[in-house]
Structure formats: structure tokens, C-alpha cells
């Protein structure tokens, strides 16, 4: 079946450096999405992704789709302590899984030490 | 406006016991689902529902059931509990029958079985 697979799996960084963690799906994906847990919270929705090498920004954040539409990064820009939390990308499953099927990765958990 | 609210948010269990995670959103959503997230794995698909009336098996579904009560409910239940499904369980709802949308995340249940 369908997987997501995503590095690092952790990053620690000295404040105001960047962080960039990778995606990559085994099969092509209609869209991705990126999620945000704090600690000890939620997956809350960051954003989606749907064209082929769509660049989308929010701020510090930069989102990348590939062209091949299997892989995606988010990169931080100059991070700050607020950043701390772990980074979910999320696929939908193949088309005879009626794309109802969100498959996540396993995550970044990024650590910024001020 | 609760969103997706997720009861109890702590539960302990001796081996073999039984129990429901009950779920309900008040978001009219038609995709209902419940993940589970341990150390190091990110969130791994149980069970979903794409619509109401409708159950899927995820990427983990041994062990668990699921019911789709109605629009707003979606259950789990651990027939007989062992340590290995000792985890934080999730309850997600989405608003389409498809990939498009963003899904909305309960607080999560902090199950431990001893």
C-alpha cells in the first residue's frame, strides 16, 4: 500500500538557524497536506498542496510540491522556540481507496535551543 | 463551536479489559477517522469513515472495532486490551468524501494498558 515516508525523524537547532524536513510518497499523490503538533498537543493543519511544483509561503514557512507530485518539503526560515513541535506531511490514499484515506508521516520533531 | 470532541482523555486498563473511545464532531463533516500515535511512528490509520454508514480498515485495525453511529459519532472500541495498544489515540473528522479537505483533530486519549 500507499507510504509516506519523511526525514529527519528529529533536528535540533540553535535559534535563528533554518530546519527543513522532506516527504516522500511511493506513489503520486493527488495533494499533500502539512501538520503541526505541539507538544503534548494536536495535529492542527498548516496547509495543502495540489499542483505540481507549487510553492506555497506562510510567513517564515516555505512549502514545496514536487514535480513528480511524490515529494514535498517545509522549510523554516531563521527559527524561533515557537517552532518547537513535531511536522506531519499527510497523503491521501491511492484512487481505489476513493482518496479517503489520509496516510500521515511519521514526522519531524524539531527542537530549537535559544 | 467544539470542533471534534474526544471522551475520556485518560484511561488505564488492565490487560484484557474492554472499553469505547468515543468520538463526536459538530462540524456536519463527512470523514471520520482515529489514529494512533506512539513514539517515533507518527500517526497510524486504525479505522475510518469515509461517510456515514460506511467503515474502512486503516494501516493497524487488529484489535479494534469502529462504528459509525451517525453523522457525528464515531466510536473505537478495544475488545480485549493488551500493552501493545498502550498509545495516544486521535479522532480526526473532514469535511468531503475525498482528499481535499483539511481534517480537524480531537485532544487525543492517553490510553495505558497494564
Known amino acids: 500500500g500507499q507510504q509516506v515516508m519523511q526525514i529527519p525523524q528529529y533536528q535540533h537547532v540553535q535559534e535563528g538557524e533554518d530546519f527543513t524536513t522532506y516527504c516522500n510518497s511511493s506513489t503520486t499523490l493527488s495533494n499533500i497536506q502539512w501538520y503541526k503538533q505541539r507538544p503534548g498537543g494536536h495535529p492542527v493543519f498548516l496547509i495543502q498542496l495540489v499542483k505540481s511544483g507549487e510553492v506555497k509561503k506562510q510567513k517564515r514557512l516555505t512549502f514545496q510540491f514536487g514535480e513528480a507530485k511524490k515529494n514535498s518539503s517545509l522549510h523554516i526560515t531563521a527559527t524561533q522556540t515557537t517552532d518547537v513541535g513535531t511536522y506531519f506531511c499527510a497523503g491521501p490514499s491511492s484512487p481505489s481507496g476513493g482518496y479517503n484515506k489520509l496516510i500521515f508521516g511519521a514526522g519531524t520533531r524539531l527542537a530549537v535551543h535559544p | 463551536n467544539a470542533g471534534v470532541t474526544q471522551t475520556p482523555k485518560f484511561q488505564v486498563l488492565k490487560t484484557g479489559q474492554s472499553m469505547t473511545l468515543q468520538c463526536a464532531q459538530d462540524m456536519n463533516h463527512n470523514s471520520m477517522y482515529w489514529y494512533r500515535q506512539d513514539p517515533g511512528m507518527g500517526l497510524r490509520l486504525i479505522y475510518y469513515?469515509?461517510?456515514?454508514?460506511?467503515?474502512d480498515k486503516g494501516e493497524v485495525p487488529n484489535g479494534y472495532n469502529v462504528s459509525r453511529l451517525n453523522k457525528r459519532e464515531f466510536s473505537l472500541r478495544l475488545e480485549s486490551a493488551a500493552p501493545s495498544q498502550t498509545s495516544v489515540y486521535f479522532c480526526?473528522?473532514?469535511?468531503?468524501?475525498?482528499?481535499?479537505?483539511?481534517?480537524?483533530f480531537g485532544q487525543g486519549t492517553r490510553l495505558t494498558v497494564v
Open positions: 469513515s469515509a461517510s456515514e454508514g460506511t467503515t
Open positions: 480526526a473528522s473532514r469535511a468531503g468524501v475525498g482528499g481535499f479537505t483539511e481534517a480537524f
